[in-house]
């Protein structure tokens, strides 16, 4: 089951650059993820409300906390993304700079949560953290014309995901999924309609690539990838989740060249390679840990995460 909610999550989180793509032709990216986001949130209020059950218990705090977790980990994370897609940067390369939280999360991992990183793993996030620059010397030799700085940009939204990510690990609260996505939608939908409003830019357009491009975000980079973002968060941990995020750079320029005739030569094909033996390392040492951990209870504690129950 933790296999196949892996791929799922490397699919749909990958699917998020695609449908920036396919959205930055015809409209600004804050008019995108508005209406990415204001209907997904009236939906999830109505059913917020209607239901109930999830929401007891919790205290207006926690709910403050959920809301500045949806605040970095959508609003300032996606801000980011869609903007530099929006000034040039291909999907491949923006996923191939946001490639990097992996290592910051896992050098933070040891003092701020107190979690046991073993040697393999780091060897693993050393080795995906290769894979992914082999992939991002490639994309960024093809001389796509773009300004400098513009590559700066996601760099951003990778730090404000490694911060919600800390945040929320730290958190002693059991908030249940569908509640920390309704939050985080509701927070991200009054922040991108506050801007595109006071910019001027909150009309939709009329293409109907728009709204194919809308339906393609909702469904499977909100849906799929970030509910599973948080999912595996929750049953695996920092580490292995954010070795996770190394598959994105790969697949993203993989599926940017046969959509959009991004370049993928060898050296990209090699730096999968390696991003695939970094996952499978990690995984194993992950593994191993566990086992020791079972033997000692104080380094057991040391080691797991804090467990949030749906």
């Not at 999924?177 to 909150?202: E, I, K, N, R, W």
């Amino acid at each position: 089951m933790n296999f196949l909610l892996s791929i799922a999550f490397v699919l749909c989180w990958s699917s998020g650059f695609i449908g920036a793509k396919l959205g930055a032709g015809s409209a600004s990216a804050v008019t995108i993820l508005m209406w990415r986001f204001l209907p997904l949130a009236v939906v999830l209020i109505v059913i917020a409300t209607t239901s109930g059950t999830s929401w007891r218990g919790l205290t207006v705090r926690d709910v403050a906390r959920q809301s500045m977790i949806g605040a970095l980990s959508q609003s300032g994370y996606l801000l980011t993304v869609y903007y530099a897609i929006q000034l040039g940067v291909s999907s491949g390369t923006t996923a191939l700079i946001d490639g990097v939280q992996p290592l910051v999360a896992g050098v933070l991992a040891g003092p701020l949560l107190r979690q046991y990183v073993t040697r393999k793993q780091w060897l693993g996030l050393c080795l995906g953290v290769s894979g992914v620059a082999l992939v991002t010397m490639a994309d960024a030799a093809a001389g796509t014309g773009v300004a400098r700085w513009a590559y700066l940009v996601p760099f951003l939204g990778m730090f404000s995901l490694v911060a919600a990510t800390f945040l929320e690990s730290r958190s002693r609260a059991r908030v249940a999924p569908s509640v920390s996505m309704t939050v985080h939608c509701a927070t991200s939908a009054v922040v991108f309609t506050a801007l595109a409003v006071s910019a001027g830019v909150a009309k939709p357009p009329a293409e109907p690539s728009f709204w194919v491009a809308i339906t393609w975000l909702v469904a499977l980079s909100t849906f799929g990838g970030y509910g599973l973002y948080w999912l595996i968060l929750r049953r695996s941990g920092v580490t292995k989740v954010n070795t996770l995020m190394f598959l994105m750079a790969p697949v993203t320029a993989g599926w940017g060249a046969f959509m959009f005739g991004e370049p993928f030569g060898p050296q990209t094909a090699l730096g999968l390679a390696v991003v695939l033996s970094a996952v499978v390392i990690v995984y194993r040492g992950d593994a191993s840990s566990t086992r020791v951990c079972a033997r000692d209870t104080d380094a057991g504690k040391a080691a797991r995460p804090t467990e949030y129950g749906a």
